[in-house]
């Protein structure tokens, strides 16, 4: 499998504190890979470092064949890498397709508005939002409006998608119902990389999970081999009791 994207000693620091600390990564073509670790282990810092939002500090990455560390945000996501926010903001007076046409204009491949249209309303369509494309966003339940972020990143029609925490906060039906439709991503040809608290998720769903601890990579492996490693468990163990004793609620 030839690598779609390939992270090399990339680091991000803000200020005294090491974000991501030089973390190699590679991500096949077609692969879906989970990308885990406690509550502020790095995995959204890494995804805006990936993305163009932040440069990174140190290391290099590496898009179908080219460097893209370093790129602004519209270049990288025109060439094919789109992402989901960890929390959604669409525009709420807004109806959801045109939420949806914002991002497919901004693509930069659309032609015109109707072509924006079209392919909003495919994007919504292929989420499961048809019927609610004329729905203001502030009506929408939020596993409409994480289906609406989707929709979203699908429009700009990526090759790779960086999914944030795409089901927090959602019941278990809604879960599983987002577990197919993210198989029905994948299935379309999109690479992914999926950041997910439940584990239930990442072990239904990927053939590779990396863990961030502190900013760097502590483990990476099959679902079997990170579930029974020694350093992943203490990571989440420890953050636990850490949290716990902080008085705050867990994580799940
Ligand atoms: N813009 C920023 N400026 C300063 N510190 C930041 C910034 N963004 C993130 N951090 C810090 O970097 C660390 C990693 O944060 P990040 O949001 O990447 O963690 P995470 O793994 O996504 O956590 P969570 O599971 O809670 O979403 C945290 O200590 C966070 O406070
Ligand atoms: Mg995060």
Redesign the pocket.
């Known amino acids: 499998m030839s690598d779609l994207l390939t992270l090399e000693g990339v680091s991000r620091r ?2 005294g ?1 090491l ?1 991501v600390d030089n973390v190699d990564l590679s991500v096949g073509r077609g692969e879906i890979v989970g990308l885990i ?10 995804v805006n470092v990936i993305t163009g939002v932040y440069r990174p500090s140190a290391g290099t990455i590496t898009y179908d064949g080219r460097r893209i560390d370093g790129m602004k945000t519209f270049r990288i996501s025109r060439m094919g890498v789109a992402r989901t926010f ?1 929390t959604v903001q669409p525009f709420p007076a807004m109806t959801a397709r045109e939420n949806v046409m914002a991002p497919a204009t901004f693509a930069g491949k659309s032609q015109g508005i109707a072509e924006a249209r079209e392919r909003a309303e495919e994007a919504l369509e292929f989420v499961g939002l048809g019927d609610a494309r004329d729905a203001l966003a502030s009506e929408l339940t939020l596993a409409g409006r994480k289906r609406l972020e989707l929709a979203k990143s699908l429009a700009m029609e990526p090759k790779v998608l960086l999914l944030d ?1 795409v089901n927090a906060g959602l019941n278990s039906t809604e879960i599983d119902e987002a577990l197919d439709l993210i198989r029905k991503v994948a299935d379309s040809g999109v690479t992914i990389i999926i ?1 997910e ?1 439940l584990m239930k998720v990442v072990m239904s769903l990927c053939s590779r999970i990396v863990v ?1 601890h502190h ?1 760097g990579k502590i483990a990476e492996g099959t679902p079997d081999e990170v579930r029974n490693d020694r350093s992943v468990i203490e990571a989440y163990l420890g953050n636990r009791y850490a949290s716990r004793s902080a008085g705050e609620a867990s ?1 799940g």
Do not use: V, W
């Open positions: 803000f200020g504190l974000a670790g406690p509550n502020g282990a790095g995995k959204t810092t890494l960890q925490e950041i608290h961030l900013g994580d």
